[in-house]
T-cell receptor, first 109, second 115 residues
Framework: GQQVMQIPQYQHVQEGEDFTTYCNSS?????IQWYKQRPGGHPVFLIQ?????EVKKQKRLTFQFGEAKKNSSLHITATQTTDVGTYFC?????????FGTGTSLTVIP | GAVVSQHPSWVICKSGTSVKIECRSL??????MFWYRQFPKQSLMLMAT?????????EQGVEKDKFLINHASLTLSTLTVTSAHPEDSSFYIC???????????FGSGTQLSVL
C-alpha cells in the first residue's frame, strides 16, 4: 500500500502555543484528507483538500495542500487542551484510503 | 452524518479461538467497508477492502484465510479473526465512505486481546 509519512511523530506543547504537523508523500496525491483521533476514540474527519496550493481554515486550524500535491500541513493556532489527540492525513488512491503515520499531540495546561 | 456501528467494543479470547467483529451502517448503504488494524500509538493500517456481494481485496501481507471478511449485505460487513493468537491482539476498526463517498465514517473500534 501507499506510505505517507508524517512529522513529527509526537509533539508536546504548552497550552496557547502553536502546533504544526506535516504530511509528505513520494507520489502525487489526488486529494488529501485530515482526521483527528482522540485517545481511546475513533478517527473523525476534519477536512479534504483537492486543489494544488489549496488553503482551508476551520477556526484555529489551517490546512494547506502543497503546490506539487505531494505534501500537506495542518497548523493549529493557540492550542487548547481539547486539541489533544492524534492527527492523521489520509490519501484516497483508487477508492482506498491510506493513512499517514500520524502525529500525536499533547497539550500541557 | 452517517453512522457505523461496530460490535463488540472489547473482546478477550483464548488462543486458537475465532472472533467475529461486526460493522453495520445504520442510516446508509455501505457498498464499501474498509478494515483497519491499529497497534498502540501507531497508525491505522489498511487490512482489506470489502465490497458488498464480492470478495474482499486484501492488502499485501494480510492473510486472507486468517482474517475472513464477509460483506453479504449493504448494511453489514464482518471480520472474523480465525485461530487467534496473542500477536493478533490489536485495535480493529472499520470504516465506510458514507453515502456521498467522500469521507470516511468509522466504527467505534474493537479492542481484541488474545490470551
Amino acid at each position: 500500500g501507499q506510505q505517507v509519512m508524517q512529522i513529527p511523530q509526537y509533539q508536546h506543547v504548552q497550552e496557547g502555543e502553536d502546533f504544526t504537523t506535516y504530511c509528505n508523500s513520494s507520489t502525487t496525491l489526488s486529494n488529501i484528507q485530515w482526521y483527528k483521533q482522540r485517545p481511546g476514540g475513533h478517527p473523525v474527519f476534519l477536512i479534504q483538500l483537492v486543489k494544488s496550493g489549496e488553503v482551508k481554515k476551520q477556526k484555529r486550524l489551517t490546512f494547506q495542500f502543497g503546490e506539487a500535491k505531494k505534501n500537506s500541513s495542518l497548523h493549529i493556532t493557540a492550542t487548547q487542551t481539547t486539541d489533544v489527540g492524534t492527527y492523521f492525513c489520509a490519501d484516497l488512491t483508487g477508492n482506498q484510503f491510506y493513512f499517514g503515520t500520524g502525529t500525536s499531540l499533547t497539550v500541557i495546561p | 452524518g452517517a453512522v457505523v456501528s461496530q460490535h463488540p467494543s472489547w473482546v478477550i479470547c483464548k488462543s486458537g479461538t475465532s472472533v467475529k467483529i461486526e460493522c453495520r451502517s445504520l442510516d446508509f448503504q455501505a457498498t464499501t467497508m474498509f478494515w483497519y488494524r491499529q497497534f498502540p500509538k501507531q497508525s491505522l493500517m489498511l487490512m482489506a477492502t470489502s465490497n458488498e456481494g464480492s470478495k474482499a481485496t486484501y492488502e499485501q501481507g494480510v492473510e486472507k484465510d486468517k482474517f475472513l471478511i464477509n460483506h453479504a449485505s449493504l448494511t453489514l460487513s464482518t471480520l472474523t479473526v480465525t485461530s487467534a493468537h496473542p500477536e493478533d491482539s490489536s485495535f480493529y476498526i472499520c470504516s465506510s465512505p458514507g453515502p456521498t463517498n467522500e469521507k470516511l465514517f468509522f466504527g467505534s473500534g474493537t479492542q481484541l486481546s488474545v490470551l
